[in-house]
Structures are given as C-alpha cells and as structure tokens.
C-alpha cells in the first residue's frame, strides 16, 4: 500500500484526539482508504502528555509542517483565524491537501481557501467543523445529492443545549451551567461564541452553503444568542407544550435564503425539542426524502477526530483522481454557486412567545391587544401568571401567528411604551418544524 504521510497542527483536544484515534486503530483505517496513512509530523508547540511523539518529527513552527516536502496531507487543529489561516494557505501553496476542524476559518474564509485550494488542485476537507463527530456535511454533500433542499434546522452549539437543558431539567442558572460546560471542554476559547450564537452561525453559514449552492455568507446571518432567555421562559414554554433550542435556520423562501441563528420555541413532541445536553442534531427537509436527523456528539476530542479521520480516508482515497471528480468542496461545483438574496431579518416571517411584565390592572389587556390588531398580528395562546409574592406586576405571555419580523418589533416597541408595561419585551421566535 502507497504510504500517506500526515502532518497534524495543533495538538490540544481534537489533535490529540486525532493522534490517538489514527493510532489505535490504524489497521481498519488503513483497510479502508487503501493506503498506509502514517502521522510522521507535529507541530505543535508543547507536547500533549496525551500522545507518545517518540515516532514522530515535531515542528514548534507549525509553518514548518506546511513547507516539509514529505508531508501529503496537512491536519489543522489550532482554531482560530490568524495562524490556522497562514497554515492552511501556506500547505496549500505548498500543494498539500488540507483537512480541518475550523469551523470559523471556513465559514469567514473558506470562500478564499476553496479558490487557493482549486487553483492548486488539492483538496479541503472540513467535516469536522460542523456538529463534531455528526457526518452531516457528507450527508448533505453526498447523500441528499438527488434532492432539493427546502431547510436545515439544526441545534449546533453544544455548550448552549447543555445551558438551556440544566437551565430546564435542573432549574440551574445560565452562568452555573455555562461553568460546567467550560469544566467539560465543550465551550470555545471565548464562551461568547457559544452563548451569543456566533459559534452556531458559523457551523449555519457552512450548512447553508452546502444545501443551497450559495457561497459562505457569514456576514449576512441574523444572530442572537442565548443570554436572554430566563428561566421562567424555560419553564413558561414548557407549559405551553413547547421546548426551547438555540437553533441554526437555513431555509429556500421565493426572497432567497433565510440564514438565522436564535432561540427558538419548537414543540416538545419534536425529535429536535428532545436532544437534550451537549448533544448535537441537525433536520434537514428535502423534496425527495422527506426530513432526515442526524443526531450525535457535537464536540469532544474523539467525536471530533472521528470526523477528521473520515475525511483524511475520504481524501486519500481521491487524491490520485483528476482534480474535478473529487466532490466539490461545497457540495456543487464553484463555477455554479448562485449568489442568492439573503433575506432581511426584518422580512422573516415566524410565529413568537411574548413575555411582558404588567401592572394587573383595567385595560391593560385590552391596550395591548389593539397595538398587535392594529399591526395585523393575530393572538395565538395568552396567559397571565399569578402575581409573585411582594409584586405588584405580572407576566402576561402571548403567542402570536405567523408575522412579519418588522411588524412585530414595531408592536413591541408601542407595547413597550405603554405606562402598564415594565422593561422590555422578550420575543423568542417559533418554529413548528412541520
Ligand atoms: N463550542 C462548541 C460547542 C464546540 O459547544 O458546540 C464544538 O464546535
């Protein structure tokens, strides 16, 4: 068997994953792509305890990983855009294949390294970016290839499923739970990117891209994080029969592409209501199949080196074919991505939960049903909840149909201007997922 030598950047929890992984089960690995993969460098730039290096060449200049003649295929494990993105530019300028975990190098920049990669005639492989150790990306590049895709509704933050799971089973506060989820290792470098959405909305840009033949449009996502969201919205929602996800929303409308990242209220009977904790699972609806979920670990260092280790046998098993019978880096071929209209978010139309804090008091109700009549938006469910004890406010909750955004933050803002109304109105879009 031709040998294939791998070069693995970046040695912390996926890397050492990786260097694991390929080891200890290098025989079936091997079996399958049909060639002798061996790690022969790392760069690094301390060891990992974790992994025996002692076979191995061990760059600290990970650069150095990109330049050395007999590396095939380089790995990039380092995350971030600064260095990751010289690594990855420098191995494909130095004609080697890349395969990478980084989900935001590719959502922000992964339009520039396809075209690098292309006019190089190497191959980028990034399966691991999205949802960890979930092949979604393969399924939707390979497996849904028959169909056309209507949307993609995917829970792709683990630390903000665990958050908003504790914040329901347990009654525990965002910030506790948060705390547990850095202990685990499942929160970024920066949990901001966890609980504000961007993290999500960098895995949403790859998903869409890949189910519309769009290219990567980051920038032009509607993001909203999980910061919001209380607890007595956690337990309101439940009692109203719905669960609240932070969900990533791709969706084909006749405007062009909805491309949104926010909490979400989604029915409890919904397979997506019920992924609970750090678990990732993505619905896809497509005209063929039908809806199809792909469920599982949506980080850690074995799931994820499951992903990354598909796509070095996925890889090696091509790299010897004409450039342009590889699969396309993004599911069709570059030269018929379509530069879509992404939608306004102030265009999007969604059903949403409602929650105001009220004097109880004669005509209150009644004000704020004229402003949503007065707009055009219907009243699904309403509830008042008993005062609690010592105040003199209660919540009211109100469902609304389907509305358009703009109309709907006009309502708020009138609502919000109302004597009997105090603070602001949290808004938590609705999605039946039907
Ligand atoms: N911080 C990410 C998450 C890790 O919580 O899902 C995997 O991308």
Redesign the pocket.
Known sequence: MKPVNIGICGLGTVGSGVFNVMQRNRAEINARAGHDIRVTHVGARRDNPACDLSQVIVERDVLNVAKAPDVDVVVELIGGCDIAKTLVLEAINHGKHVITAN?ALIALHGNEIFQAASEKNVGVYYEAAVA?GIPVIKAIREGLAANSIQWVAGI?????N?ILSEMRDHGRSFEDALAD?QALG???ADPS??VDGI?ACH?LAILASLAFAIPLQFDKAFIEGIRHVETQDVENAEELGYRIKHLGIAKRVDSGVELRVHPTLVPDKRLLANVDG?M?AVLIQADAVGPTLYYGP??GSEP?ASSVIADIVDLVRVMDVEPHLRVPSLAFHPGLLKEDQIVEQSDIETANYLRLQVIDELGVMSAITQILSGKGINIQAMMQKEPKEGESTVSLIILTNKVKESSLQAAISEIEELRAVEGKVTQIRMESLN
Do not use: L
């Open positions: 989900k960890g792709i933050n683990g630390t903000g665990y989820a499942y929160a970024e990117f966890d993290d895995k750090v990732n949506g980080a994820t």
